[in-house]
């Protein structure tokens, strides 16, 4: 009798579980944030360029 009735309970359980959201979470798609562009490598060794040209200018003024 005990076995008949935990089989009921693991079969009611299982279920319940399988059947616990038959709707999905979401009904409406979410736009995206679109991230902002990353800098092209050109730009970025242009960028590093013109650091290191002024940081060479200002140690020749000392």
Do not use: H, Y
């Amino acid at each position: 009798m005990k076995k008949l009735v935990m089989l009921a309970v693991a079969i009611l359980g299982t279920t319940a579980m399988v059947n616990a959201q038959t709707a999905p979470a979401q009904t409406t798609p979410v736009k995206e944030a679109k991230a902002p562009k990353k800098e092209k490598r050109a730009e970025k060794k242009a960028k590093k360029a013109e650091v290191k040209a002024e940081a060479a200018k200002a140690e020749a003024k000392k």
